[in-house]
């Protein structure tokens, strides 16, 4: 569980993004890419402790592997017209 203030925004911004570019099109692969390609870039800029960068990653990949935060959103079903 993330605790770190400064983790939790990181990890809302980042789930955000994935769910976002799930419903773009991308898939599973690419979406694990960008999570190493987000947390590389963390570990670069120095902007978290190694230890909640790793946290931070073992909870991305438990979101992404968890099927019910990519489900399609259902469309509403038209009213049928009453004359």
Request: charged residues 30%; glycine residues 2%.
């Amino acid at each position: 569980m993330l605790q770190d203030t400064r983790t939790i925004r990181y990890y809302q911004q980042l789930t955000d993004s994935l769910v976002f570019m799930w419903n773009r099109g991308y898939r599973f692969d690419e979406l694990r890419l960008y999570i190493d390609g987000y947390l590389d870039a963390l570990r670069h800029s120095n902007a978290l402790e190694v230890y909640l960068i790793h946290r931070l990653e073992e909870e991305a990949t438990r979101y992404l592997r968890d099927p019910s935060n990519f489900e399609a959103i259902p469309l509403p079903e038209p009213e049928a017209d009453y004359y």
